[in-house]
């Protein structure tokens, strides 16, 4: 179910499974929207599957904006430690997908409609997100400390966030 929009397809085995070995295709476009389809579907597999492929079929103009990726911010807060584990990614890409979807959802958390913020939200969010410091091409060991932080931070998040 996605968060936002409320509504739920369901998927039947046959389809889930296809799905699944289409995560796996050689083709980037293919995989992500096999990811899309199980998130749109509720299946039990969309997280893994919409993680392994965040930084698959990008926009053309936006390297960090990835179908998977929104399909991820859709998920909210349940998608945040997995994406939190993405920064720390050999893959620059991946590292930056992560990045943009751990800063969509945290700013939604903090008021953010999409469009335009609840107030104080922008500078409660600038306030958290500078606190955690990630920088998708800092050296490995600072990526390291700033996800340890994006964990710590993300977990306090009051529950009305």
Same mark, same amino acid.
């Given at each position: 179910?996605?968060?936002?929009?409320?509504?739920?397809?369901?998927?039947?085995?046959?389809?889930?499974?296809?799905?699944?070995?289409?995560?796996?295709?050689?083709?980037?476009?293919?995989?992500?929207?096999?990811?899309? !389809?199980?998130?749109?579907?509720?299946?039990?597999?969309?997280?893994?599957?919409?993680?392994?492929?965040?930084?698959?079929?990008?926009?053309?103009?936006?390297?960090?904006?990835?179908?998977?990726?929104?399909?991820?911010?859709?998920?909210?807060?349940?998608?945040?430690?997995?994406?939190?584990?993405?920064?720390?990614?050999?893959?620059?890409?991946?590292?930056?997908?992560?990045?943009?979807?751990?800063?969509?959802?945290?700013?939604?958390?903090?008021?953010?409609?999409?469009?335009?913020?609840?107030?104080?939200?922008?500078?409660?969010?600038?306030?958290?997100?500078?606190?955690?410091?990630?920088?998708?091409? !800092?050296?490995? !060991?600072?990526?390291?400390?700033?996800?340890?932080?994006?964990?710590?931070?993300?977990?306090?998040?009051?529950?009305?966030?």
């Amino acid at each position: 179910m996605t968060q936002e929009s409320g509504t739920q397809e369901t998927l039947g085995a046959a389809r889930e499974t296809q799905l699944l070995a289409e995560v796996d295709a050689p083709d980037e476009t293919l995989r992500a929207q096999a990811a899309v !389809a199980l998130a749109q579907g509720g299946s039990a597999h969309a997280l893994e599957a919409c993680l392994r492929t965040i930084s698959d079929a990008p926009e053309p103009t936006h390297a960090y904006s990835t179908p998977a990726g929104w399909a991820l911010v859709s998920m909210g807060r349940s998608a945040l430690p997995g994406v939190i584990d993405c920064l720390v990614s050999e893959n620059p890409r991946r590292r930056l997908s992560a990045e943009f979807v751990l800063m969509q959802i945290t700013k939604r958390q903090f008021g953010f409609d999409g469009h335009e913020w609840e107030p104080p939200g922008y500078e409660a969010w600038a306030r958290w997100w500078q606190a955690i410091g990630y920088r998708h091409d !800092a050296p490995p !060991a600072e990526r390291n400390a700033a996800r340890d932080r994006a964990r710590q931070a993300s977990a306090a998040l009051p529950a009305s966030a």
